[in-house]
């Protein structure tokens, strides 16, 4: 069964901490990994897709990398607008429809100025 | 700027009626669009996918006689909450991604409550 843990599920930092959050993944093959952001009451923002093991991508204070079982979500020097539910997601090949992502429970972070 | 937009992004229903959602591709054609509830402090669950100019897919446990899917272009797809309960009350988020891309945006996402 495919199946997404994203750890910790609560995560507070001070402002300038770096930190990671990590996502774990299941499943029978692996289209694409996404990360999202979202803010409360709000749909989530796309932030990242990667699609192979040591494919890495930036954005800002963020940095995404994947292996072969896990990605992590790399956050340097957060700043309190940081602060959100990061949320992990696959996509199985051919396991229906193009967008049919397995989401994680995601990781809420909090960053005191 | 978004490029799936939701409306409404909160309404309120009685009991026993029904309530349409919307879901627009902004600037691009989605052929498959996809509709999630979400709890509070719970992950997305996928109820179903939006195919254009067929009928819907429904994920195991949703019934398809309630949540009435309805994808009549390439940029529209509606989401119609059915003789609405209390227990529907929950944030519907839809997404889309381009028919050659790999990206995948979601909505605003709509709050519905029902009373």
């Known amino acids: 069964e495919d199946q997404v843990t994203q750890s910790p599920e609560a995560l507070r930092l001070q402002e300038g901490e770096s930190s990671s959050l990590n996502c774990s993944y299941t499943?029978?093959?692996?289209?694409?990994l996404f990360w999202y952001r979202q803010d409360p009451g709000k749909g989530p923002e796309f932030l990242f897709t990667?699609?192979?093991a040591g494919e890495e991508k930036e954005k800002e204070r963020l940095k995404a990398t994947l292996t072969k079982k896990e990605s992590f979500l790399h956050i340097t020097a957060p700043k309190p607008e940081d602060s959100a539910t990061y949320l992990c997601?696959?996509?199985?090949?051919?396991?229906?429809?193009?967008?049919?992502?397995?989401f994680g429970k995601g990781t809420k972070l909090s960053v005191k100025p | 700027g978004a490029v799936v937009s939701q409306h409404p992004s909160r309404v309120i229903c009685k009991s026993g009626t029904s309530v349409k959602i919307e879901c627009r591709s902004l600037?691009?054609?989605?052929?498959?669009m996809f509709w999630y509830r979400q709890f509070p402090k719970q992950s997305l669950m996928l109820m179903a996918t939006?195919?254009?100019?067929?009928?819907?897919?429904?994920e195991q446990g949703v019934e398809k006689d309630k949540f009435l899917i309805n994808h009549a272009s390439l940029t529209l797809s509606t989401l119609t909450v059915t003789s609405a309960h209390p227990e529907d009350s929950s944030f519907y988020i839809c997404?889309?991604?381009?028919?050659?891309?790999?990206?995948?945006?979601f909505g605003e996402g709509s709050w519905l409550t029902v009373v």
């Open positions: 600037d691009f054609q989605a052929t498959t």
């Open positions: 997404s889309a991604s381009r028919a050659h891309g790999n990206t995948i945006y």
């Open positions: 939006s195919n254009e100019g067929s009928k819907a897919t429904y």
């Open positions: 990667l699609y192979s």
């Open positions: 997601a696959v996509q199985a090949l051919g396991g229906g429809s193009q967008g049919n992502l397995i």
């Open positions: 499943v029978s093959g692996l289209r694409g």
